[in-house]
């Protein structure tokens, strides 16, 4: 299990400040490029000067030439986060050009968390896309739902990597025992004023219940 902070900010000093604070509580920083404003070849070597952790690359524009820019330039990107949804080709395209970067194919459910049926749908076509590392993220409605996916992890991370979590209240539980079913990765922000998601921890408070788990 790995504890990847993400950031996602919108000004790229904003994203080298939170990149030099993570650097000592993590072991993966996921980087939202796309939402970046300012980005450029400047601050693209501020951002290999000051990182030496493997890099995750969210990818919420699904601009080939682009991802395709960011991948050469920039130092230590190690997972490139494509949706589900993304056109197949660049997937492939992708794969074939680095394929020393790990691919996570990503599903995501704001409303709720699907049928044990649906996700089993869903993981088959993560499979054929040839993800590397499967993820899901659902929104739990009650706790039910979080134990399923949990139930799900433990099955699936026996045969492969992959990282399932739940939204919101009723899916904290995922956030703070998803490693010991399987997750890959765990994701916790800095401060809570950056959180990417509903329902999780900061990295000092994920860092404290692992503990206490252990």
């Known amino acids: 299990m790995k504890l990847c902070v993400p950031i996602k900010r919108n000004k790229i000093n904003a994203v080298l400040g939170e990149m030099k604070k993570a650097q000592k509580h993590c072991d993966v920083i996921e980087i939202w490029l796309d939402e970046i404003k300012d980005l450029n070849a400047k601050s693209l070597n501020e951002i290999n000067k000051i990182n030496s952790l493997p890099l995750l690359y969210k990818v919420t524009k699904p601009d080939l030439a682009k991802i395709k820019q960011l991948l050469k330039n920039i130092k230590n990107i190690a997972y490139l986060d494509l949706d589900i949804y993304c056109d197949t080709s660049i997937i492939k395209k992708i794969k074939k050009a680095f394929p020393q970067i790990k691919i996570i194919i990503s599903y995501h459910d704001f409303k709720k968390t699907p049928s044990e049926k649906e996700l089993n749908r869903i993981i088959q076509k993560m499979i054929f896309l040839q993800a590397d590392i499967l993820k899901i993220a659902t929104h739990a409605r009650k706790v039910e739902d979080s134990l399923r996916i949990l139930a799900l992890l433990s099955h699936i991370g026996k045969q492969q990597k992959a990282i ?25 922000p800095m401060r809570a004023a950056h959180f990417t998601a509903l329902g999780q921890l900061t990295i000092s408070e994920l860092k404290k219940i692992l503990q206490s788990i252990n």
């Open 164 to 188: 399932f979590l739940c939204m919101g209240k009723h899916g904290r539980i995922t956030r703070t025992t998803g490693h010991l079913f399987g997750n890959y990765l765990m994701y916790a």
